[in-house]
């Protein structure tokens, strides 16, 4: 486990995790899912076998914490607008999808054009199990 895996999560929530992430990276289009800590650090998923990571590690350490602190800035607004259940950013090459579950966020890289709406509910319903109590 490399340093970025660090969590006050156990080895076999962890384990958990991973499984989680392998079984969303099935769905067809799906180039990423991670699930971030509270900290922006990226503790289990990463990219589709066949897949070439984007950028180099530092980036992605940096576009974790970036989308953490994005997230964070935007449940400042829960008690007017409600909770985030989802952002979704379309870029030209991917969609980015961040959720929030409980302390944690997953991640989703997609390619633009699928169904996110269908790939996010199957994604709450996988992670909320694991992640529900932490």
């Known amino acids: ?4 895996k660090k969590s006050i999560l156990q080895s076999s929530q962890l ?3 991973e499984d989680d992430c392998d079984l969303i990276l099935k769905n067809n289009g799906v180039k990423f899912v991670g699930v971030i800590n509270y900290l922006g650090n990226l503790i289990a998923g990463g ?4 897949v070439t990571p984007i950028g180099n590690e530092n980036t992605r350490k940096m576009m974790y914490m970036q989308l953490k602190l994005d997230l ?5 607004y829960d008690e007017l607008f409600g909770p985030v259940d989802y ?6 090459k ?14 989703l890289i997609i390619k633009n054009g699928m169904n996110y709406e269908s790939i996010i ?3 709450l319903t996988v992670f909320k199990s694991s992640l529900g109590s932490f």
């Open 1 to 4: 486990m490399t340093d970025t």
């Open 15 to 17: 384990s958990a995790l």
């Open 47 to 50: 990219f589709k076998k066949g």
């Open 72 to 76: 964070s800035m935007r449940q400042d």
């Open 87 to 92: 952002v979704v950013s379309k870029r030209g």
């Open 94 to 107: 991917i969609t980015k999808i961040s959720m929030p579950v409980n302390k944690h966020m997953i991640i």
């Open 121 to 123: 509910k199957k994604t």
